[in-house]
Nanobody, 122 residues
Framework: VQLQASGGGLVQPGGSLKLSCVAS????????IGWFRQAPGKEREGVSC????????YYADSVKGRFTIARDNAKNTMYLQMNDLKPEDSAVYYC????????????????WGQGTQVTVSS
């Protein structure tokens, strides 16, 4: 599967952004999906993941209650709705997919999008 992320940008603290990730060459419904982020000087971390047949997503503690992961199988697209953004949310955000997705870690996921920059600043 090929993944193409978009939707990043510059937003003020407290604002919202919605990231999208379109899949091609396979059906996203067949995969676990995830969003990860990497800030300068830091390791890439799992933000939110959703296994293939599960309804309850995983969220990192730092984003619980503010971010929502979703997939639209008809559009072969996954999303990350980000609300009440904070400066510490600034990072390059990556979408990812995996056949199994045991957990929300970078070593688990095999397929990656190219990343989209999110900057939260006043």
């Amino acid at each position: 599967v090929q993944l193409q992320a978009s939707g990043g940008g510059l937003v003020q603290p407290g604002g919202s952004l919605k990231l999208s990730c379109v899949a091609s060459e396979d059906t996203l419904e067949n995969y676990a999906i995830g969003w990860f982020r990497q800030a300068p000087g830091k390791e890439r971390e799992g933000v939110s993941c959703l296994r293939r047949r599960e309804l309850t997503p995983y969220y990192a503690d730092s984003v619980k209650g503010r971010f929502t992961i979703a997939r639209d199988n008809a559009k072969n697209t996954m999303y990350l709705q980000m609300n009440d953004l904070k400066p510490e949310d600034s990072a390059v955000y990556y979408c990812a997919a995996d056949n199994l997705g045991y957990d929300c870690s970078t070593i688990t996921y095999d397929y990656w999008g190219q990343g989209t920059q999110v900057t939260v600043s006043s």
